[in-house]
DNA sequence: TAAAATTTTAACTAAATAGTTAAATTAAAC
DNA sequence: GTTTAATTTAACTATTTAGTTAAAATTTTA
């Protein structure tokens, strides 16, 4: 019998310390940090509280190790597009809006947590999150490189790179109360994401023809 | 000498009552309820914690009338628009973007405050948002019939409504990783929000043209 | 000015939660 | 089978935070 996703944490055949960082992961991606309990995790990785904190001294030190490892999935993910120089700004773009939504499909509650976390504690990610941005300007360069050639219409370079973060990214915030307002299930959400990729490379090149 | 919004609330000259809501909506926007402290509440009302809790008898009381205020700064934007039969699909596209931007800009701290609650309670949101959703659905339903008439490109009407609110919203919930990222002031931001109207509207009409 | 309403003070209580400890139990390794 | 490591138990402590209380001080209103 294989082990699906929704097997629960504790039953799962992991060591300890995998037990609980998919808990804690569970936990902090679902609350937040001020909003996950120790207890909960605890609980999800079918452990006691003693146990946790043997493994993990504080909340704190579990909370860095997942948030780092979740803002690495939401920006290193452009790091190979970007490098490579055999790629069109095209399909630089193809490659973004696929590579985000697929990591997005595969982790729903990334974006979310990730984007909540800076919000609330503007200071805290500027050490996390300022090294890991700086591929992303390169990007925007190659936008503003395609425009002076004349290969896609004169725009901000700026509100294009914002654009297609936008729209890849911003269906995965929105999704709880998309899904509850219009009564749509992970799956129909699931196949809108799939569906979704394909019409937002057609809907960004037919908006940067020139 | 002019009140600015740079005044401190406690130094305003407001009533308490007003002050209280003030402080609150500061506060719970942008530390979300888990994160926000009654304490902090008081403080920057510039009263004490007893007499907080003599105007709103508990936390959630208070949060509760913050969220509604902020959910409906949100969601009750469109209901002008979509309800005016006058305006073509381009121009209530064009309002959406407008008025969501503006309203964005106003209150800098709505959108993520919002999603953010969304996302760390999803139970809870059911009650507050699912009726406020609804007049979304006529708009989609009005996408629908102008791909039906041809007036503009076969696309999926949900993934349009989708990248309209991406475009206009995801800035705002991207804000403080964008500015952090990118070294770009409050000024700047507030200024490519600003040009963004424009250029959203040029970008969807230019992508959706049949 | 006297009475009434508002606000402060400061010390509380109650509950939730992070984190600790030491002894007992169980599982793994030798 | 004995030793060692991993885990549980359960009762702790410390801290944070929501919420209360009653009396005193202040401001407003009549």
Same mark, same amino acid.
């Given at each position: #019998?294989?082990?699906?996703? +929704?097997?629960? @944490? !504790?039953?799962?055949? $992991? =060591?300890?310390? *995998? &037990? %609980?960082?998919?808990?804690?992961?569970?936990?902090?991606?679902?609350?937040?940090?001020?909003?996950?309990?120790?207890?909960?995790?605890?609980?999800?990785?079918?452990?006691?509280?003693?146990?946790?904190?043997?493994?993990?001294?504080?909340?704190?030190?579990?909370?860095?190790?997942?948030?780092?490892?979740?803002?690495?999935? #939401?920006?290193?993910?452009? +790091?190979?597009? @970007? !490098?490579?120089?055999? $790629? =069109?700004?095209? *399909? &630089? %773009?193809?490659?973004?809006?696929?590579?985000?939504?697929?990591?997005?499909?595969?982790?729903?509650?990334?974006?979310?947590?990730?984007?909540?976390?800076?919000?609330?504690?503007?200071?805290?990610?500027?050490?996390?999150?300022?090294?890991?941005?700086?591929?992303?300007?390169?990007?925007?360069?190659?936008?503003?490189?395609?425009?002076?050639?004349?290969?896609?219409?004169?725009?901000?370079?700026?509100? $294009?790179?914002?654009?297609?973060?936008?729209?890849?990214?911003?269906?995965?915030?929105?999704?709880?109360?998309?899904?509850?307002?219009?009564?749509?299930?992970?799956?129909?959400?699931?196949?809108?994401?799939?569906?979704?990729?394909?019409?937002?490379?057609?809907?960004?090149?037919?908006?940067?023809?020139?």
């Amino acid at each position: #019998m294989i082990k699906t996703e +929704n097997t629960p @944490i !504790a039953e799962q055949e $992991l =060591s300890t310390e *995998e &037990k %609980i960082l998919a808990a804690a992961r569970s936990v902090f991606t679902k609350k937040g940090m001020s909003g996950a309990r120790m207890q909960d995790i605890a609980d999800e990785a079918g452990i006691n509280k003693a146990l946790l904190h043997y493994y993990f001294r504080s909340k704190e030190k579990l909370f860095d190790r997942i948030f780092e490892e979740a803002s690495n999935k #939401m920006f290193s993910i452009l +790091n190979s597009i @970007i !490098a490579d120089e055999k $790629l =069109s700004v095209r *399909e &630089k %773009i193809k490659d973004l809006i696929e590579n985000y939504i697929n990591m997005a499909i595969a982790n729903p509650y990334i974006p979310a947590f990730v984007m909540g976390e800076a919000n609330q504690n503007p200071d805290f990610i500027k050490e996390y999150l300022i090294k890991k941005i700086s591929v992303h300007k390169q990007l925007i360069a190659h936008f503003q490189e395609a425009i002076s050639l004349g290969e896609i219409k004169p725009t901000n370079p700026v509100q $294009l790179f914002m654009n297609v973060m936008s729209l890849a990214v911003f269906p995965f915030i929105v999704r709880p109360i998309f899904q509850a307002g219009f009564g749509v299930t992970d799956e129909q959400f699931n196949a809108l994401m799939e569906q979704r990729k394909k019409h937002l490379v057609e809907f960004i090149m037919a908006a940067i023809k020139p």
